[in-house]
């Protein structure tokens, strides 16, 4: 009988982030938003529905006591990803190395990236109000499958080449760096907000 093992594993870390106001991270977003007037330009340039703080701004968790808060909060989960991925760290810690806003309007995107000085990207999310766009994550084996032929329909997440995962506002999602990942349009009629973060 053969024997089949499961290799190279890429996890997504997902959880709830208990402790965070949403209310008062919302209102934090927008009125930063409202007054950054570099980053307002900087999305309109790059042709970004929307808006993000990602060129713009540097010091999110001392500008705001609420992202601030959540900063602290994030720590926490990184360090537990971390565990989950044996990470020998040689008594370091993981440090977050930015942190910005995104506020995606109707029909906004977010084209495939990856994020390549960083160990770890992740993103909590603020609002997500009905029609809002799922994050879609692609199997970092993708670019080298060459004439592999298509998934069926039915493959189980794990053998997908894509994965589309849907978040909840108050949850945050994490994966490694080197994980391809976009946003699609996003369907809602209201903005989604969310805050994205690396950790070095």
């Not at 980053?39 to 006591?65: I, V």
């Not at 994030?74 to 930015?98: I, Q, T």
Request: charged share 25%.
């Amino acid at each position: 009988m053969a024997e089949i093992a499961t290799l190279f594993v890429t996890k997504l870390y997902r959880a709830a982030v208990e402790g965070v106001d949403l209310r008062d991270l919302a209102k934090s977003c927008r009125v930063i938003a409202a007054d950054d007037a570099a980053g307002q330009a900087w999305s309109r340039e790059k042709h970004y529905r929307g808006y993000t703080s990602y060129a713009s701004l540097d010091d999110l968790p001392k500008r705001d006591p609420s992202i601030g808060a959540l900063a602290k909060l994030l720590d926490k989960h990184a360090a537990a990803f971390a565990r989950e991925l044996h990470f020998d760290l040689s008594g370091r810690k993981l440090k977050l190395d930015s942190i910005w806003i995104n506020v995606l309007e109707s029909g906004g995107v977010h084209t495939g990236h990856i994020h390549p000085h960083s160990v770890l990207s992740g993103t909590f999310y603020v609002e997500t109000p009905p029609g809002s766009s799922a994050l879609k994550l692609e199997d970092p084996r993708h670019p080298l499958m060459m004439a592999a032929p298509q998934r069926s329909d039915d493959s189980p997440e794990s053998e997908r080449t894509f994965v589309y995962v849907t978040p909840k506002a108050g949850e945050v999602l994490m994966w490694e760096s080197f994980v391809r990942h976009e946003v699609p349009a996003n369907g809602a009629k209201k903005p989604r907000i969310s805050i994205s973060f690396n950790y070095a």
